[in-house]
């Protein structure tokens, strides 16, 4: 069974103050990971796709790279518009079957003072 | 674009009352998803449904229903509502192997 966990929990920064979260999963073959930002009373937003080991994606102050066991997203000078709780998923080892399903990790909730 | 939309947004019941979340999607989507967020748990998947036609029990089914009435639109159906039932509920929709699109949610008190 697939299993994906995030870690912090929680993690509060000052406004500039970069920080990395990491999303971490045991999966029985690396085939993508998706990030996702959430908005309070909001549902999630896609961010990135990464497919392979290696791979990375940039959007504005964030970056996400993704090795074989573990993926992590990067805030650079985060504002407090950034804040938001962060969430990551698997996808299922075969993405054109029926029973696609993915695997989510509990997220880390991100607040930026000014 | 409206991309997924659920209704209602707020929903208050009583115990043993029933209730029918509303989703549709305008992107053409084959497949549909119903999610439950808890603070601690997660997303849940309750049921999805692969294409029109058929549906299929995910993580947390017990004590709802579902029903893939076209290509656009799932419902999730409560119907003995009980309040370990409270929470977000959320929809999703995905084509291939993109990454799935999520509606705004529904939050739903059981009291």
């Known amino acids: 069974e697939d299993q994906v966990t995030q870690s912090p929990e929680a993690l509060r920064l000052q406004e500039g103050e970069s920080s990395s979260l990491n999303c971490s999963y045991t999966?029985?073959?690396?085939?993508?990971l998706f990030w996702y930002r959430q908005d309070p009373g909001k549902g999630p937003e896609f961010l990135f796709t990464l497919y392979s080991a290696g791979e990375e994606k940039e959007k504005e102050r964030l970056k996400a790279t993704l090795t074989k066991k573990e993926s992590f997203l990067h805030i650079t000078a985060p504002k407090p518009e950034d804040s938001a709780t962060y969430l990551c998923?698997?996808?299922?080892?075969?993405?054109?079957?029926?029973?696609?399903?993915?695997?989510f990790g509990k997220g880390t909730l991100l607040t930026v003072n000014p | 674009n409206a991309g997924v939309t659920q209704t209602p947004k707020f929903q208050v019941l009583k115990t043993g009352q029933s209730m029918t979340l509303q989703c549709a999607q305008d992107?053409?989507?084959?497949?549909m998803y119903w999610y439950r967020q808890d603070p601690g748990m997660g997303l849940r998947l309750i049921y999805y449904?692969?294409?029109?036609?058929?549906?299929d029990k995910g993580e947390v089914p017990n004590g709802y229903n579902v029903s893939r009435l076209n290509k656009r639109e799932f419902s999730l159906r409560l119907e003995s509502a009980a309040p370990s039932q409270t929470s977000v509920y959320f929809c999703?929709?995905?084509?291939?192997?993109?990454?799935?699109?999520f509606g705004d949610g529904t939050r739903l008190s059981i009291l």
């Open positions: 999703a929709s995905r084509e291939g192997a993109q990454p799935q699109h």
């Open positions: 449904s692969a294409s029109e036609g058929t549906t």
């Open positions: 992107m053409n989507h084959n497949s």
């Open positions: 999966v029985s073959g690396l085939r993508g």
């Open positions: 998923a698997v996808p299922p080892l075969f993405s054109g079957g029926s029973n696609y399903k993915l695997t």
